[in-house]
């Protein structure tokens, strides 16, 4: 089976066997087009900035470039390749050289996730696509139903977190060919694995981004990210802009064959059309995909818009599957821990209420006023919506990276405190999610790093620590010097994942555990799922509580979970049969009104049991 996106733009293979390449490139007077060591053509000038040109000569695999006006030469900014990093010629690549076997797969319903985010470059000692796919086997043991990968769109240098790539149709050449991650993907369909990818439409990386010179109507001045220049999506000439990012969702989608996308930070996206990028973009991609199998569009939105979570009377999804849950998380750190710097202070005061809310209503601010975010009131209310619209997580590339030191949680807080909070997490009716590593405990840090160099380098690394300078422990400059710098190798380094640790004890035990976990999530839980609803909570203790599900008219699901060092009383006895607890005979505990330190305890109660 064949998979191309047509797009109109870059340097697309046509049926006749000829090479159509298309530039938009409205601030160039001319542009020249580069093919091999073939003489240079000057491509026809069309309306409205674009540039073209059908070549016959033009073969799968040449290098190509574009020249403009005399001057600069710059790759294509659609290339679906570019095997020498993001300066240099773009590859002709011919989607139908790569024959699909997965024409059955349809996906998997978005109750059943269970995601597992990873990095591609430092996942494996390789850190490759290739790489991953030899893991494949022991990830759908785990018992996860979608990886997310980390962007893999080019980056310059040699290692990237992805949030600093420039060509977004291209995956790094670092990780493998187009045709490597193609592979993975098919693998993953062939063990029931969905595959995400993160893509970020909300600014460019600082170097290797070329549009500047030639389309500067890219961009707008008029807003500002911090991260560059805010892409421009609702001024003039911003219809190419919009269509370049939808084109760019649809082809992961299409040609690659993805499951999802997770749109990163699009609380950095500013946009007053109607419809704005955000709908524009989901409704073309149910439109052209969202009938043939299950597409999963996911947000990142520090906003809270609980309307794009919006779902229809029957259940379908208007906009977007889910939203990462970073009130979930900051809550249940902040138990875990007891920090309280940054945006950890607006859950200093009652972390519990505010993780009972996530775990039953989805958000923790629902319009309330956030200190952090100079008392400003922040989301919408949540409560109408299926909790399947939440993605919550105890640790994620960013949570862990935006430390420091890049941390995880396994050398923060006290083990039997960290694993009644994954007993919680994984049985919760929102869905999970793991970082790499995280089902058996690693120890490895996960730092920021990046690959730039020369002066860029050398503003990042400052950059970097200076964004700690207003936390105590890092107003003295050696204290900050001591924080890895992003561009180092060794930084790097030591964020890859050590393998072989994950059959050592303690490592083993929580793999174990988790494995138990998800087994007992796709049991008891996923099947109650699609109409989860009615959640309820009370606070039992300063670090425990309550929370109760209807599931339908069938089933009420419930918990009881203390994450802190105090045995908690309760004021009602558990209804229902315990299906997982903690440890053995704690249903004699709390039975007997009290809930132990560190504890946690499922029930369930079907309609037909009596009280």
Known sequence: MKRQYRMPFGAEVTSDHKVHFRLWAPAARQVMLFVDDQPPVSMLKLDN???EWKSIDALTDSRYRYQIDGGLFVPDPASRYNPE????????????????QDHAWRGRPWEEAVIYELHTGTFTPEGNFAAIEQKLDYLADLGVTAIELMPVADFPGR?????????LFAPDSIYGTPQDLKHLIQSAHQRNLMVLLDVVYNHFGPEGNYLHCYAPQFFTGRHHTPWGAAINFNNAASRTVRDFYIHNACYWLEEYHFDGLRLDAVHAIHDTSQPNILEELSQAVHETLGSQRHIHLILENDHNSARYLTRERSGKIVYYNAQWNDDAHHAFHTLLTGERDGYYADYANQPIYQLGRCLTEGFAYQGEISGYRNDQPRGEPSAHLPLSAFIN??????????????ERLTTLTEPAALRAAVILLLLSPSVPMLFMGEEWGAREPFPFFCGFGGDLAQAVTAGRRKEFARFERFRDPAARDAIPDPCASSTFTIAKLNWQTRTESPHREWLELYRELLAVRQRMIVPRLFDARNGHFEILSEQALHAGWLSGDTAQLSVYANLGATPANLANLPLGNIFFSSEAKLDQHLNAGVLPAFAVAWYLKEKHESV
Do not use: E, K, M
Not at 159 to 167: F, Q, S
């Open 49 to 51: 900035g674009w540039y």
């Open 85 to 100: 990093d993001v300066h240099a010629a773009s590859q002709i690549i011919d989607p139908a050289a790569f024959d699909w």
């Open 159 to 167: 290692c990237n977190w992805g949030y600093d790539g420039t060509l």
């Open 393 to 406: 997580f105890l640790q994620n590339h960013d949570q862990i990276g935006n430390r420091a030191f890049g």
